[in-house]
């Protein structure tokens, strides 16, 4: 074998199941595409947004019982589960109030069913994955559970930046941390990946004030979180575990 050929499957997620939470949304519909692209077999998971989606399950990431439902019926459908990538987003529907405004039981809200949400669903995965020797946890977090936002981009929209989001995504963060190291001798590593902005019909003045701050110049757009997704999901990324993988143009590192 010479070394070129020992490589031939490094980035392959080939004969793997994966699940993708939040699969109908702006980065879920791209994430299963990569996923399906590197060969995984791949279960579309969401509340709603299904139609047309194949293989798929619904799946509450706010509800527990739901959660474990759903994963269990892809065990018993495909037989196993190797991948999940939780890239749902919940929120309630005063979401985006500004931080003097916001309401502290929607604060609670949408901790809970964010960030509780991932806790339930990586937890859930990494039980079954245990089981069956391992598996890839990816959550998706943000440069928000990193670096504070810079306000002066939101100036003179509707936009602004939920004090929540630091919580949640803080916490996406940390727990994912906890989970690589207690679920690590089971085999089972789970990572994050930070995405910046991405690009989605925000008002002009937004997008170029953004643009501004970062280095590569631009705002991501859905296809730039997928390769790292991909990365940490398969056995390119067998090492590497209790990570969080920024994927924001050069934003945080100013
Ligand atoms: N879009 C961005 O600019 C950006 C930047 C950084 C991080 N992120 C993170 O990426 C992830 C995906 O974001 P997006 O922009 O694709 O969001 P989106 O709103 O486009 O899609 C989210 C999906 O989650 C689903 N969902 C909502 N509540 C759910 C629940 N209780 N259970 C299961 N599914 C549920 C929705 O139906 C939707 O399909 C989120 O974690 C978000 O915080 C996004």
């Known amino acids: 074998m010479t070394a070129s050929e020992s490589y031939d499957t490094l980035f392959s997620c080939a004969g793997r199941v994966a699940v993708v939470t939040g699969a109908a949304g702006l980065l879920g ?15 579309a998971a969401d509340v709603s947004g299904l139609e047309g989606l194949d293989p798929s399950v619904v799946l509450d990431v706010s509800s527990e019982e739901s959660v474990v439902r759903a994963l269990d019926q892809v065990v018993t459908r495909a037989g196993r589960l190797d991948i999940l990538v939780n890239c749902a987003y919940p929120r309630t529907a005063d979401w985006g109030a500004p931080l003097e405004s916001e309401e502290y039981a929607s604060w609670l809200a949408n901790v809970d069913s964010h960030l509780g949400g991932y806790f339930a669903t990586s937890r859930a995965a990494a039980r079954l994955m245990s089981a069956s020797g391992g598996g890839s946890i990816v959550n998706l977090a943000s440069i928000y559970g990193v670096v504070g ?32 190291t207690y679920f690590g001798p089971a ?6 990946v930070s995405p910046g902005g991405v690009e989605d ?41 209790g990570h969080n993988l920024i994927v924001d143009g050069g934003w945080s590192a100013r």
């Open 201 to 241: 019909r925000q008002p002009d003045s937004f997008r170029q004030r953004y643009e501004a701050l970062t280095p590569l110049g631009r705002m991501a757009q859905p296809r730039d979180i997928v390769g790292a997704v991909v990365f940490l999901a398969c056995d390119a990324g067998a090492y590497v575990t």
């Open 29 to 43: 519909r791209e994430i299963c595409a990569g996923l399906a692209a590197a060969g995984a077999e791949v279960w």
């Open 149 to 180: 936002p810079s306000y002066e981009v939101y100036e003179g929209t509707d936009m602004t930046m939920p004090s929540a989001y630091a919580a949640i995504k803080g916490g996406i963060v940390s727990i994912t941390r906890l989970l690589a």
């Open 187 to 192: 085999g089972v590593r789970c990572n994050c």
